[in-house]
């Protein structure tokens, strides 16, 4: 397989189906968006931290592959794993939203309360969880974006949504983890 085609070269690219887009358009920016977010848990996923963390970092990288493939999809020649199958894309599910919430509910269950904002930071592998975090609320506001325009299925804005809880919340575990400090934000009092 070539990895160089041509056919990009004057600003175009193809959508799973065939069908080309300014590479530019809404659609390549959210999934462009997802892929950078996947590549970044890739470099979070190469810190230390615990074997069960890490674990679900792949899992998510996989649902993040899957959120691709769907949003690099035009969405008039897709039948996505129902009806006749024309392109065969998996689907995110509630299942994969719940099993992001019991892992937010387990990490904040061992968590002391959060009763400020907090400043990234503190550890490097912090500072990559947060950066995630930040591109992952990035590809979501570029998908609803898109979704204003060519409806998306809601589970991929409910998926991103609740991926960026995790990560956050996946920021505070490793800061505890690692024993960094969480350095509280506190608005300056003006007179």
């Known amino acids: 397989m070539k990895i160089y085609t041509k056919t990009g070269d004057k600003g175009t690219t193809s959508l799973f189906g065939g ?7 809404i659609r390549i920016n959210s999934y462009g968006t997802v892929d950078e977010l996947n590549s970044w848990l890739g ?10 963390s890490r674990k679900m970092l792949i899992i998510t990288q996989d649902k993040l592959f899957t959120v691709g493939a769907i949003l690099a999809t035009d969405p008039e020649k897709a039948r996505l794993k129902s009806g ?10 509630y299942s994969d939203v719940e099993q992001l919430e019991n ?5 904040n269950d ?24 930040t591109i ?15 409806p998306v299925d809601d589970m991929i804005l409910t998926y991103l949504n609740r991926l960026s809880d995790y990560l956050f919340i996946l ?16 608005p300056e009092k003006k007179d």
Not at 111 to 128: A, C, D, E, K, R
Not at 171 to 186: G, H
């Open 19 to 25: 069908t080309r887009v300014a590479k530019h358009h």
């Open 43 to 52: 470099l979070l996923r190469d810190q230390e931290m615990n074997e069960h």
């Open 84 to 93: 006749k199958e024309r392109l065969n894309i998996p689907r995110i599910t």
């Open 103 to 107: 892992e937010i509910d387990n990490m």
């Open 110 to 133: 061992s968590l002391p309360p959060m009763t400020h904002f907090i400043l990234p930071g503190g550890h490097t592998t912090v500072s990559y969880c947060h950066i995630a975090r």
């Open 136 to 150: 992952c609320r990035r590809a979501e506001r570029m998908v609803t974006l898109l979704h204003e325009n060519e």
């Open 171 to 186: 920021a505070r575990k490793l800061s505890f983890d690692l024993k960094a400090d969480e350095i509280k934000w506190i």
